[in-house]
């Protein structure tokens, strides 16, 4: 897999989880392509229903790969305004193509200035992934 | 400091109701690290996490016959748990710094494979979560993380096992089967007590991983209880979740579908079928009348489970088993087998629910094994 990360993007450093902010308070959510790793080919995914709130911190689904089942955990808090359909019904987009096809949804952000500064952003991007690679491969989450 | 528990004839509200809390509870740092030695009220039928349970289980008969069903947190194939089966689950944050699912699950594994050998049982980790015994299935492993940072590690172990029973219960016609194809279902599990060649006690068995896990860990465990806020907790999960027929018939997006290819090549006669869970597959069946050992098919089989459909993929799982089983498997050139899967991927279609097509942990793809005649 090609472990990009595009500088244009905010990515949250635990769970490999990137944000495309679209408008003051629209923000597109998807899986970075190390998280994608760790876990392997997806099987299953389901989100939260549309309209439910979610928490910072809080699972926001579960998804499946390779038998190991696993929450999906919100970077920021806020509602759920869409979902992509296509990926529920065909996960492997998310392996595919993880920053077009394969994102999961879209939120409505509660309050983007605040719980945005724990992102990962900009210049920062680099030297950070650069560093969560060599701490994967290292403690074994990806080879 | 870890906590032990030991407990038998759980409801499965109860059973999967607590390995849910306490993980979350490990993960919250509310709880050491546990490990936890159960068994199931006899019988309930428990699917994974994303399967569709009309498509899995026969829940007529798991009516008649009072077998609960219910949905387990982990993932992969139906399982029928009872009082024959040790439930195995070991909850923790991370051991020794290491966090990494896949590296904690080769801990896992090996401490019930130390466990397993002790009787002289040659039982080994294969694939992505299975133990095997010289190709027969004896126990299926699966994994949960959970968003406070907790695993639940889980292994159903057939300490003994009623094999008509649990095909009845997970929906495979066993009225239509021939005693021969039964048979041959029946050779690709096997139990504790089968290799043995005696009625050996669940309790001899829990007594014995305990051991395994206490040397393997450093850890010299006592039996703990729940306190008043765990058992509350329980409780709470029981209701919202495992009682809950929202979450045990929930729908699933993702299709289950069912293919299979059938064609003559200078290897003989090959026949492949898959069960598949969108682009991802669940189980592959290899038979025919071409010459290959049969723990060699069994292997390939094994490890194709729970696969990627990936051409390149199949083949790079593929290839490193046709150098370690050359000469079992050297009338059935791999590229005649790639091409014999890839076509039964691209012939699959959506099951419909409520089709007998479903897969079990320990069943491959229905009709599967029916036809089988390498030497």
Known sequence: ?143 | MWRYFSEDRVSDYFGLAADETMALRVGKNQSPPILRLYTYRSNSALVGRFQRIENELNLNFCETQGISVNRRPTGGGAILMGEDQLGVAWMLREWEGCQAPRELMKHFAATLCDGLNSFGIDAKFRGKNDLEVEGRKIAGLGIHSNAAGGYLFHCSLLVGLDVTLMLKALNVPVEKLEAKKLQSIEGRITTVRKELDQNISLNEVRDTLKKSFGKYFGIDFQKDHYTQEEQSAIAEMETSKYLNREWIYQKVEVPDLSGESRQMTPAGLIDVRVTMAGRQIKAVFIGGDFFAGESAVADIEGSLRWHSSEPEAIRKTLDPIYIRREDDLSFLPVEVLCEAVLKAIESAQTIADGNTSGYGCFVNPQGANEESQHP
């Open chain 1, 1 to 143: 897999m090609d472990l990009t990360f595009p500088k244009h993007l905010y990515y949250e450093p635990e769970h490999h989880v990137w944000c495309l902010l679209e408008s003051d308070q629209k923000i597109r959510l998807g899986i970075d392509p190390l998280g994608i790793s760790s876990l392997g080919e997806l099987a299953y995914l389901s989100l939260n229903p549309i309209e439910s709130q979610i928490r910072k911190g809080q699972a926001m689904g579960v998804l499946e790969a390779a038998k190991m089942t696993g929450e999906l955990i919100a970077p920021l808090s806020g509602s759920i305004t869409e979902r992509n359909q296509e990926a529920l019904e065909d996960p492997y987009q998310v392996n595919q193509d993880p920053y077009g096809k394969g994102w999961l949804c879209v939120i409505a952000c509660e309050d983007w200035e605040t719980e945005s500064k724990h992102l990962i952003t900009g210049e920062a991007v680099e030297a950070w992934s650069e560093k969560e690679m060599e701490r994967y491969r290292s403690q074994g989450w990806i080879d």
